[in-house]
């Protein structure tokens, strides 16, 4: 909804328009000022009913990433090894031909897919990229959530039955949040949707309560901590077993009446704990017994308490058994599902865990097939993000071939792994192997300039937006619908569009495809789910009306199947049956978003695992235990080790070519204690060489006392100076790029996901 302030014919039109920011998973509510199509000025929109003004320095960047003379308008095709700019027409027959060879060459198993996690708060991407996966045909697809958050997935399915039945802390409310391995001061918060978290924790110790931070180093968020607690890197698995047992031993264990209820495996549990008190795991865990035991006591006898984990404790080679263990104290400390405490958000667009009957539903697995060339289980429908070098490189696997065939040829979408992924290396090496590759993307960077062909999809302000991914994570139950602000470039196709039109060439269909065919495909297997489906609201009406509707006033695309989901959601107009209900009208009228109200208890409703109860000790998450008494003595001996960290003004590692957000020191440093630095002989300013199993870089030394001695940190999505990539900005800036660090091999074996903290290494100084 726009509104204009001045018009007349001589004088530039100036109107305000709010739009979400896509950059993270806080979604501020923006508002942007524009005279005519140019964007004056972006300041956070004080009526957002979420984020209330709060905004990051990212979020009003928005307009330099549009204005970006790099960022890509016309497509790319590679030729001779340079990349040139062609018209779509020439771009589609390209990828239709490239696309036709291989499948005729290698067969559709030859083609892997990797989604990155720009496509996470795309609506275009999370409509449409699904279609385009399932068009390719294979059983090679890769994304961002094997280096991210996938064991806290895994976690949440095996215990509460679906991958989005993810406990958020109810930060607004509780008196206690213990953070394990998240620092929202610089990333505003993942997988917990919460628009100035900042913020929210200053009200919370407003309010009195408390803030613990485990973290190896004292990040801003350990700053504005009341205590921080520097863990040895990777120990938080066994951190938070110490909880348990402590909470059983000392009586404290207590889930309360509802939850105890519903709740099964609470004797194994207190078994399982019993071989790791304090003593035994303190020294292995960096932090002494009498503040574990210290830290069980507050979060138990706290008015409410939440423990809350990040990427910290999930790309870690306990990832999953950490992420489960996280919900086991929730729940012994009687937190889990109340106010104050854990609780499940109730997604006003639906999602996984609104669906399907109520209470009880299918087994969580994983392994429906295995990567071809190490045997890794497929999880989630996808292999590691780190095998997808072995499976571009290695040709004879004798055994096997159960994961399809050879990869040849890749699409990417959203995605940069080669600074993203481990042993970046040797995925660079890969990537130049293929024989096709098309990236939908919107730079020509370190990934993309291996591509055959790059379709660039229009700017963030040229889309409209949902989020319909990460609101399924929020700390408020809201919903916030964006028009684009600005229209598309003349002949330039939107996001939706391009993998639409890229899943029919998958099909076999011509160059000049209508992308409206696959989406009138998708919208109407929808409806006919919809309509089916004895849970939905929409059970046993007519398909072709509710269909008729949605699709009044040409309505198509994305905003028909958000439309859909609003109107079948849990807080949806059920097509007239609730009025005044969501749905994507609704969300017209109320362009700060609408507030459907703080979280509420969710348990039985929320469960879908096939006892219809809590399998708090799931046979899988049970049988990883030996391996973390095993990690005991490994970790009490460890030496030199390597994290990561985040800072505010970088997203991963695609904004670095936004001039306001790099200018300043350069912050792509090795931050090392100055007791390591002495024993080392490195200095402040100076470099030093870094190695570990798989790389070697040197990187710029910063001596901190604000890190744990024995440990490293190196931020990711560093390292713009690979020929062949066009980011001006990014190169003059380069950093070094952290991932030649990590290791491919290691990966937390129940969800695939890369170990890219507490990667063993070692220094030298560079004379
Ligand atoms: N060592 C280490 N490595 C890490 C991490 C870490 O903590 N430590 N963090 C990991 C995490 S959490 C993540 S999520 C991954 C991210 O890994 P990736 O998702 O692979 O990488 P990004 O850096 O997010 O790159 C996003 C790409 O999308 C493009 N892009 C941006 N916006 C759009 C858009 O709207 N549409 C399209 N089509 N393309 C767009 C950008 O140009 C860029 O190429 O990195 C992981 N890697
Ligand atoms: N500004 C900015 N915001 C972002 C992003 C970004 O790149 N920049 N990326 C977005 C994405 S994709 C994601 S997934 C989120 C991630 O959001 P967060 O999880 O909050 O990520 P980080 O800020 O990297 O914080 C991770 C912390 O874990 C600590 N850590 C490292 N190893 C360990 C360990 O073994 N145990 C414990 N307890 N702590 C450890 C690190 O020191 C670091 O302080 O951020 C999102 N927001
Ligand atoms: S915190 Fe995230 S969503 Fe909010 S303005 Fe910054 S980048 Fe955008
Ligand atoms: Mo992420």
Known sequence: MSQTTSSTSTAPAVRTVF????????GCGLEITLKDDRVTRIRGDRDDVFSHGFICPKGSTLRQLHEDPDRLRKPLVKRDGVHVEVEWEEAWQTVRDGIAGVIERHGRESIAVYQGNPSAHSLSAMTFGRTLSQAVGTRQHYSASTVDQMPRQVAAAYVFGTAVSVPVPDLDRTDYLMILGGNPYASN????????????????RARGGKLVVVDPRRSRTAEEADEWLAIRPGADALFLMALVNVLFADGLA?????????????????????????AAVALAVGIDAATIRRMAHELAEAPTSTVYGRIGTTTTEFGTTASWLVDAVNILTGNLDRVGGAMFAMPVAGGASTRGPSGAGKPFRVGRGHSRVS?????????????????????????????????????????????????????????????????????????????????????????????????????????NYSPAPLPLDPGQPDEWEILAKLALLFHGAEPDADPSIADDMAIGSLVHHAVSDPSSPVHGRDADELLATLSANGRHGP????????????????????????????????????????????????????????????PVLVAD????????????????????????????????????????TPRCTLQVHPDDAIEHGLVDGGYATVTSRVGSIEAAVEVTEAIRPGVVSLPHGWG?????????????????NSNVLTDDEALDPLSGTSVLNGIPVTLVAVS
């Open 19 to 26: 739009r979400t920011c896509p950059l993270c998973e806080a």
């Open 189 to 204: 918060g993942s997988l917990c949707t919460a628009p100035d978290f900042p913020g929210r924790i200053e009200a919370m």
């Open 254 to 278: 207590d889930p309360g009446p509802r939850v105890g209820a519903l709740l099964d495996g609470l004797d194994e549990l207190r078994e399982l704990s019993a071989g790791f008190p304090p």
């Open 375 to 479: 045997g890794r289980p497929e999880v989630m429908g996808e292999y590691p993000a780190a095998v997808l070098a072995e499976e571009i490189l290695v040709d004879d696997v004798s055994d096997g071939g159960e994961g399809g065939g050879r990869v040849r040829a890749l699409v990417t979408v959203a995605g940069n792994p080669v600074l993203s992924t481990p042993n970046s290396e040797q995925l660079d090496v890969a990537l130049a192997d293929l024989e096709f590759m098309v990236s939908v993307d919107i730079y020509l960077n370190e990934t993309t300039r291996h591509a055959t062909v790059i379709l660039p999809p229009p700017s963030q302000l040229q889309r409209s937006h949902y989020d319909l991914l990460l609101l399924q994570f929020a700390v408020r139950n809201v919903a």
């Open 559 to 618: 905003e028909r199947m958000l439309d859909l989901m609003l109107r079948t959601g849990p807080f949806g107009d059920g097509f007239g049956a609730v009025p005044g209900g969501a749905s994507l009208d609704l969300l017209l009228d109320h362009p700060h978003g609408v507030d459907f109200g703080a979280l509420e208890p969710r348990l039985p409703e929320i469960l879908r695992t096939p006892s219809g109860r809590i399998e708090l000790a799931h």
């Open 625 to 664: 235990v030996p391996r973390l008494a095993e990690a005991v003595d490994r970790l009490a001996g460890q030496t030199m080790v390597l994290v990561g960290r985040r800072d505010l003004r970088s997203n991963n590692s695609w904004m670095h070519n936004i001039e306001v957000l790099v200018k300043g």
């Open 720 to 736: 713009h100076s690979m020929p062949g990539a066009r980011l001006r900005v990014a190169s003059e800036r380069a950093g070094v």
